[in-house]
């Protein structure tokens, strides 16, 4: 990890590498190193996802139910609204309109949604619940009524409910996407950061540039 963030190969701390520095600083440095080599945040939101979404599948798996988590949103979104295109699904679900795209290319495989053009623009194509979508919204109603306590469960176990800070961070990358925020942390460390230089005797220490 540190590596990766530095450009550099940085060393297990010891005794060695400390040099002069007292033991209380030695355990500090190496405290700081364990902790930057822990899971990044793209490996925890991995791991999250697959905990939740996991234990949900097995959940509609478990009522005989062949149904996948990812179609929730669009089911959602077309129970308040049908028919509706690609791009209102996306806005009324808040995903991106390719993860719409490819969830409704697999929901028409199993039969869940029907799919037209839109009189007047062939681009456009109008998705709506199947007859078997419909039939189906009873007993996933169930699934999410028992999702929805597990998760409100959940919460009550955290400092911070999870639901609550799921939405502050999406807020946050919404006002500021992570990419801007790569870009600025580059810019960070591409900048040469002032270092006192070893003061002359009876002098004043110098400011020099790393």
Same mark, same amino acid.
């Given at each position: ?112 949604? *029907? ?14 619940? *199947? ?47 992570? *990419? ?31």
């Amino acid at each position: 990890m540190l590596a990766e963030l530095t450009g550099t190969e940085v060393p297990f701390p010891d005794r060695s590498t400390v040099g002069g520095t007292s033991e209380g600083l030695a355990i500090m440095y190496k405290r700081l190193y364990i902790c930057l080599m822990k899971a990044g945040l793209g490996t925890q939101l991995r791991h999250l996802i697959e905990l939740l979404d996991g234990a949900v599948a097995d959940a509609y798996e478990a009522e005989g139910l062949s149904y996948r988590p990812r179609y929730t949103p669009v089911m959602r979104a077309l129970m308040a609204h049908e028919p509706a295109t690609i791009g209102q699904l996306a806005e009324l679900a808040g995903i991106t309109q390719p993860a719409v795209t490819q969830t409704v290319a697999l929901m028409l495989k199993e039969g869940l949604v *029907s799919a037209e053009s839109e009189p007047g623009d062939r681009r456009q194509r109008l998705v709506r619940l *199947s007859p078997a979508g419909r039939e189906l919204l009873p007993r996933l109603q169930a699934c999410w009524k028992a999702t929805a306590g597990a998760a409100a469960d959940l919460d009550a176990e955290l400092p911070t409910p999870l639901s609550q800070t799921l939405e502050q961070a999406i807020r946050a990358l919404e006002a500021r996407p992570f *990419s801007t925020r790569i870009a600025e942390a580059r810019a960070r460390l591409k900048t040469p950061e002032a270092v006192p230089s070893t003061p002359a005797r009876g002098g004043r220490p110098k400011t020099r540039r790393a």
